[in-house]
Every structure is written in C-alpha cells, then in structure tokens.
C-alpha cells in the first residue's frame, strides 16, 4: 500500500519582525572601557572575562602592532584566549602595558 503524503508545516510569516544584524567584535567598544573590564575582570578572578577582552582587544587592533608593542608572538596572543589556557602574569603585564600605551596615545 503507498505511503499517504504528508503536507509539511506551514512557513512561520517573518513580517513585521526586525531583520537580523550582524555583530561585529570590537568595533563598538572603546579602549578605556576594554582596560576598565580587564581590570575588573584580573581583580574579580574572571578569566573567562579576560580572556574575551584580550580576544576583543585583537579584534580591535592590528595583530602586528600589538605584537610588536608587547613582544608577544601571534600564536602566545591567541593562545591566551582559549578556554583552557593559563597566560602567565608576565604575559598579561605586557597586555596591560600595550592597553595603558593605546590609551595614552589616544588621549593625547
């Protein structure tokens, strides 16, 4: 005996709903505010925090520059963003260091 069709689901109208956008990291935080929450976030023990920031502050900046500023190879950089790193205090001081001089530079 065939198989009987089966209508399928009506398609859920999309009028009237805004449409989607895109995120973009980086392109709407500020370095004061990106310095503020590294901070915040070494203080309060949130290494998943930080380790979102250091990814925004790559997102933001030019990965050549920062390496360059801080000494720090490409691959130590992204390294530091992963879940289950553990960067060294030395590390993050150089991170810091290259925020206070990007901050510096854009108040002057």
Same mark, same amino acid.
């Given at each position: 005996?065939?198989?009987?069709?089966? +209508?399928?689901?009506?398609?859920?109208?999309?009028?009237?709903?805004?449409?989607?956008? %895109?995120?973009?990291? *980086?392109? %709407?935080? +500020?370095?004061?505010?990106?310095?503020?929450?590294?901070?915040?976030?070494?203080?309060?023990?949130?290494?998943?925090?930080?380790? *979102?920031?250091?990814?925004?502050?790559?997102?933001?900046?030019?990965?050549?520059?920062?390496?360059?500023?801080? *000494?720090?190879?490409?691959?130590?950089?992204?390294?530091?963003?992963?879940?289950?790193?553990?960067?060294?205090?030395?590390?993050? +001081?150089?991170?810091? +260091?290259?925020?206070?001089?990007? %901050?510096?530079?854009?108040?002057?």
């Amino acid at each position: 005996m065939p198989r009987k069709k089966i +209508s399928k689901k009506p398609a859920r109208s999309s009028k009237g709903k805004p449409l989607r956008q %895109d995120y973009k990291p *980086g392109t %709407d935080v +500020s370095i004061v505010g990106l310095k503020e929450a590294i901070i915040e976030a070494l203080f309060e023990t949130d290494f998943d925090t930080f380790k *979102g920031c250091i990814a925004l502050l790559l997102d933001k900046c030019d990965y050549k520059e920062i390496t360059k500023k801080t *000494g720090l190879s490409r691959s130590t950089l992204y390294r530091m963003c992963e879940p289950d790193s553990n960067p060294t205090l030395e590390n993050i +001081s150089k991170v810091l +260091s290259f925020i206070n001089h990007l %901050d510096a530079k854009t108040a002057a």
